[in-house]
T-cell receptor, first 112, second 111 residues
Framework: NAGVTQTPKFQVLKTGQSMTLQCAQD?????MYWYRQDPGMGLRLIYY???????DKGEVPNGYNVSRLNKREFSLRLESAAPSQTSVYFC???????????FGSGTRLTVV | GQQVMQIPQYQHVQEGEDFTTYCNSS?????IQWYKQRPGGHPVFLIQ?????EVKKQKRLTFQFGEAKKNSSLHITATQTTDVGTYFC???????????FGSGTRLSIRP
């Protein structure tokens, strides 16, 4: 009963480096989401995948790319990290629609 | 785009006092959800409200959806230290597959 698993939990990058945040869910959910959370800014949607094979931009997609690898996995890639991307990143999943998201435990990313 | 505004941003109460957070939208919402995030943790789904004027209770927590379906509130009676965290409301986004979160109300408690 793992739910949503995110890796890594912590990461420090240098400006310009690239990395991929991994997310996997074992609840057979159709929809998956990537959010970032900054102090005082709440949760902002980066990208989402309504179903396997589709991805769409959210509120703050610039500087990120995503891949819905299969129904279970949804990854977030930073091609050239910038200090402004220092944040906590959460992956979430839900049944088709928008009820009752299940969140992963988050990735705390620092870009120096 | 669709936005849900949440107030207050912070609330600091004495243990045992009540707490309320409010969520407002400029447009009618088909539903509203509430989440709780403990310090250092991740958001956890609490409840969904769908009907106009709906009231639901979970122990000391009371959730209300306004008659016009443009506002909602979460009320906690007799707060306990376990209630500490940030409470978010969330409403449907521009597509059926996503929700937009309010900015949250952070609750801290003096023991």
């Amino acid at each position: 009963n793992a739910g949503v698993t995110q890796t890594p939990k912590f990461q420090v990058l240098k400006t310009g480096q690239s990395m991929t945040l991994q997310c996997a869910q074992d609840m057979n959910h159709n929809s998956m989401y990537w959010y970032r959370q900054d102090p005082g800014m709440g949760l902002r949607l980066i990208y989402y995948s309504a179903s396997e094979g589709t991805t769409d931009k959210g509120e703050v997609p610039n500087g990120y790319n995503v891949s819905r690898l299969n129904k279970r996995e949804f990854s977030l890639r930073l091609e050239s990290a910038a200090p402004s991307q220092t944040s906590v990143y959460f992956c979430a999943s839900s049944e088709r629609g928008h009820v009752g998201y299940t969140f992963g435990s988050g990735t705390r990313l620092t870009v120096v | 785009g669709q936005q849900v505004m949440q107030i207050p941003q912070y609330q600091h109460v004495q243990e045992g006092e009540d707490f309320t957070t409010y969520c407002n939208s400029s447009t009618t919402l088909s539903n509203i959800q509430w989440y709780k995030q403990r310090p250092g943790g991740h958001p956890v789904f609490l409840i969904q409200l769908v009907k106009s004027g709906e009231v639901k209770k979970q122990k000391r927590l009371t959730f209300q959806f306004g008659e016009a379906k443009k506002n909602s509130s979460l009320h906690i009676t007799a707060t306990q230290t376990t209630d500490v965290g940030t409470y978010f409301c969330a409403g449907p986004g521009s597509s059926a597959s996503k929700i937009i979160f309010g900015s949250g109300t952070r609750l801290s408690i003096r023991p």
